[in-house]
């Protein structure tokens, strides 16, 4: 593939060029396959030539719907281009981007000016920078600017594993936030914590009162005060609501994964069989929760306007679904390719999910599972389900989903090693081995992983989680047992039309030009 | 849509025009927007013009992958077109094919003619020409040619509502039939009919032998026997094995519908509720049945080279189901728009299916069902599971399947009305109605009710029928219980994807004309 057919958007007007120092130039941005090239389109004006090559990095941030690229170049200089319309800047992006080191790909820093550029109410932490406050936690996490690092070694004392509130999602729209954490480790004594109750409730808006969302049923999080756990009071927690919404976890998961896939192996041609097995690992029913759960937390943030604490027991399993899962629904820019590798790397590989215990065994494994459970995986099913629900509103495909899926259990690249960033740090993974990312982001991967459909929709997406509406992921558990040749030929055949779309179109550009030069050029006199 | 946009294979090298005392003419063939054109390319050579208003009516036989239209002309004129190619052939047909009145479209003696092109066994009887032989016949039938209309009365007697047995699918590939009956009065003396059995014999070749398909379980075949019924016992019929697959009907079926109606209106939230629900409803189960049936007798027939006879008791439920879902699995030509309307006609309609008996009611009238019966609707939902298992083979999108069950419930048009072809005759349905398929087959419907995955599949099909690969036909069973608006979205998607396709080559063609013409009339300089 070409670069120039990565070109998504070649030509933008009313593009504005700001250089320190110098004027500022209106005028038409055009991408060719080697230069980006701005325009004023009036004689004797400046025009910005720019080679691909030497651009160093970019950054992207959006004021409403005016985008901003900042370049910076191997010649150091920095410029900085005012884009109209978000779809438009975001395909110039991603059509300059230098293909990068994926593990330089999600930087918290870079995470956090998207951050800046549409609040100031949050700060980077380097509280963690020797993970010896929270071992799960990476040595950055965005907290509110108001609290102080003493606060959170304080707060993180009074959670599980360390893990204190932090940032998960900020929703533009109207500001609210989604925290996570691990349980507050009340215990029989009902332990309090000023630093932590001062620490979420400093996401509130003066008067507004936010959601915990714990996790576990009730009576689940009522033992967990016996072995020092707890949940939120309302006594010391009067702005918050605690709700409870029960998802499954860890072992009941891995053996509903592990019955789910016999059923799905077996060669009983008795359709009651079948749908008798599938109900009893309880496999979609546990789709159901999660999704549930996430819309649960959605809803607060976009139709209560309030902010959302989510956690169970740890937060590194349910916890990361629940939040990823929300951010699914509720923002656009998670449903492009480059924005779900970054939630991915968020919310799971940063949050410390522990996929080298978790992702160690799968369904076939004869041992008893001790920390193996296919949290992800579930994860990932209910992407599944969003995007049939939603077929045009993702930029990936299916294919997606199952790389990412055996990628968490075995893969060559670092990503999903370890447990957490501490762990991969001390094992020097970023140094040693090469990030999934680094390789997805290739062109010819890329190609192969979009959804042909997909028409970009700013929209929060609700889907139906209605029993009914819930399927068994084929593309994952059917895999083997079916061939699906005739399947992925429909995905072909799509793509295909696609691509020669492409190819017409730029047919018609070519002819277009020729005629317009046939038409311009003077008939010569005969030459005897 | 203009008539140019129908035309899908504009021009087609090396056809041979032959007619009456002149000299034949080989060329390309050339549709336009107005004309048929033949031109032999060569100076001076003839060159046919024959405008599409002046067609009269079209006629297209196949003699191996040759392909022959007569074209008959509303001046008198008969000519005859060779054209290479199957595919060509069909889609030159479908493009010059005169919008035509539905009642005439699938009539038995052009049906005929295209089995005539390939084998001489079979005639048309007109012994039912009166519906007195068989009430719920029409009044042509193929049968063999070796038996005369006096063993057709004979064998008629012997099988229950004078159903003898006629052909339903001739296997092009092996020269194999599928034909189909009613079950034979055996009764308890175990009766026996010369004539019947010499019916069925004469489809057999030299030494072979055929498959009789009871759509009945061996007890219920058995008990028949006590009312008169019965199966074609080994002694009487040596040459034939029987196989007893089971397929459940009328009031089993309905009640099936209606727990599957109530289960997916069901505002419970619980998965595991739903999925006990589905399991009880054991509509899948049904599906499962019907297209495992469907293809054991496409295998007896296409792998094993062998004929086969289907029946059950009455012969206008079950059978039907099994013979027109073979024809799916193996004829390529059913699986056009057309030809799915035409296998509709032929199998259900002109068969004899009681159509207003088994649709008078559907899932949610109250009353205890007396005929009715949604055998219509499972031989849909199969086929719709065929379409979903082989997403590019099928002309016709799951849109027309929904609309066909809809008719058949409930309909403007006169095709779906009454119980037999006698009794649309009596009450002068074609008279006083408008076909179906005279207003699906305008070019605004069919737009709408294609497939634009299809790519021509000229092979047999086999549908896993494994209980893990059936589902849920959402379309039908879910359709009013959520939004479809984004999974319709993703259709449209695609159908302007391909919209725009068409739209781009037009353009691209024009260009090239428009540039062509250009560097024709004015010399230019020669570019490197």
Not at 234 to 262: D, F, M, T
Request: one cysteine or more; charged letters at 25%; proline letters at 5%.
């Amino acid at each position: 593939m070409e670069f120039a057919e990565l070109i998504k958007t070649p030509r933008v007007d009313g593009v504005v060029l700001r250089r320190p120092f110098l004027p500022t130039v209106e005028g038409t941005l055009c991408l060719t396959g080697h230069h980006l090239i701005l325009s004023s389109r009036q004689d004797n004006a400046e025009e910005l030539w720019l080679l691909h090559s030497n651009i160093d990095s970019i950054e992207k941030r959006f004021v409403g719907s005016l985008g901003q690229i900042i370049v910076k170049c191997k010649d150091l200089r920095v410029i900085q281009l005012d884009i109209p319309g978000m779809e438009e800047c975001i395909n110039i992006a991603s059509s300059i981007e230098v293909v990068d080191d994926g593990w330089n790909s999600f930087r918290p820093r870079d995470v956090f000016k998207d951050l800046e550029s549409m609040t100031d109410e949050w700060r980077l932490s380097e509280v963690n920078k020797d993970s010896d406050v929270c071992p799960s936690y990476p040595p950055l996490v965005a907290v509110p600017k108001g609290v102080d690092d003493d606060a959170l070694r304080a707060a993180a004392a009074f959670r599980h594993g360390g893990r204190f509130p932090v940032l998960s999602y900020y929703h533009k729209k109207n500001g609210m936030v989604m925290m996570r954490a691990a349980q507050p480790l009340t215990g029989t004594n009902g332990r309090r914590c000023k630093e932590d109750e001062k620490l979420i409730n400093a996401t509130l808006r003066p008067g507004k009162r936010g959601y915990v969302i714990d996790t576990r049923a009730i009576n689940v999080a009522q033992q967990a005060k016996a072995k020092g756990g707890g949940f939120e009071s309302e006594a010391n927690y009067p702005q918050w609501r605690r709700i409870h919404k029960a998802v499954e976890r860890s072992g009941v998961l891995q053996e509903s994964l592990i019955k789910l896939v016999e059923a799905c192996n077996e060669q009983s041609h008795s359709m009651d069989r079948w749908l008798s097995k599938l109900e009893a690992s309880s496999w979609l029913a546990h789709v159901k929760e999660v999704l549930t759960a996430a819309c649960l937390a959605a809803q607060c943030i976009d139709r209560e306007a309030a902010s959302v604490l989510v956690h169970g027991t740890e937060g590194v399993d349910s916890t990361l679904q629940i939040t990823s899962l929300a951010q699914i629904i509720l923002d656009p820019g998670c449903r492009t390719v480059r924005g779900f590798q970054g939630l991915v790397e968020r919310e799971w590989v940063q949050a410390g999910h522990p996929f080298r215990q978790r992702c160690a065994q799968s369904a076939y494994s004869g041992g008893k599972p001790r920390h193996e459970a296919p949290v992800f995986l579930l994860f990932l099913d209910c992407v599944w389900q969003i995007l049939r629900q939603f077929p045009c509103s993702f930029q990936f495909g299916e294919a997606f989903l199952v790389l990412l899926f055996e990628h968490a259990y075995s893969s060559q690249f670092g990503t999903f090693l370890g447990n957490s960033a501490a762990e991969r740090a001390k094992l020097s993974v970023p140094e040693k081995t090469v990030s999934l990312w680094s390789w997805l982001n290739r062109p010819q991967e890329l190609e192969r992983l979009t959804n042909p459909l997909y028409e970009a929709n700013g929209l929060v997406i609700w889907p139906s989680v209605a029993p009914q509406s819930l399927l068994l992921w084929e593309g994952v558990f059917l895999r083997w047992n079916r061939s699906s040749e005739r399947l992925d030929e429909a995905h072909e055949e799509m793509v295909h039309i696609v691509a020669y779309n492409k190819a017409l179109q730029n047919r018609v550009n070519l002819l277009r030009r020729q005629l317009a030069q046939l038409e311009t050029e003077e008939p010569l006199p005969q030459t005897p």
